[in-house]
């Protein structure tokens, strides 16, 4: 377990940090004398919480407390399985929602990740292997100011920008 505490920082010499409190650990998900039967699953559940600490943020240019894009917590979850000549695995990756704009009355839901892996031995030797990655991902959010006309007054919204595009790969491998 990992335990990171707040930064110290000078007020009156202008140091503008973050402060941020972030607990991580990793825990199997099932007892040992499971994994037989689906694999070995594990997860991992970090969370922080992320504020800025100086008195006067708006002569940073800042409106809020919050650091945008800082993800309150990050689950992922993992299963690697190996079943006679078929093994493979799954991971699943999950940023939870987080703050578009600094005080927070904007907010995004996060997005999740999905990649898949599948292999067969047809032999020592000879090994098949397709994996495909972003099976499932979600678009991350951001915040931003748009003009629906030229002339017209501008409006801030969140705008989703694709993680990455799905992609496949499959190989055969021969060798030690």
């Not at 892996?117 to 991902?137: G, P, Q």
Request: with cysteine; aromatic share 14%.
């Amino acid at each position: 377990m990992a335990l990171l505490f707040p930064d110290r920082h000078n007020e009156r010499d202008g140091d503008l940090r973050p402060q941020r409190l972030a607990l991580h650990q990793h825990y199997p998900a099932l007892p040992l004398c499971f994994s037989f039967l689906v694999g070995r699953p594990s997860t991992d559940l970090s969370f922080a919480k992320a504020r800025y600490q100086a008195r006067n943020l708006a002569s940073y240019g800042i409106d809020g407390h919050h650091v945008t894009n800082a993800p309150s917590f990050v689950w992922s979850f993992g299963i690697i399985a190996d079943h006679g000549p078929w093994y493979g695995g799954l991971q699943v990756r999950w940023p939870g929602g987080y703050p578009l704009v600094e005080d927070n009355s904007l907010r995004s839901k996060g997005y999740q990740e999905v990649n898949l892996n599948i292999s067969y031995r047809f032999t020592k030797t000879l090994k098949l292997e397709a994996s495909v990655f972003n099976a499932h991902a979600y678009a991350a959010q951001y915040a931003y100011d748009y003009r629906l006309r030229p002339a017209s007054a501008a409006q801030s919204g969140a705008t989703g920008h694709p993680i990455k595009p799905i992609s496949a790969r499959s190989a055969v491998q021969y060798g030690v």
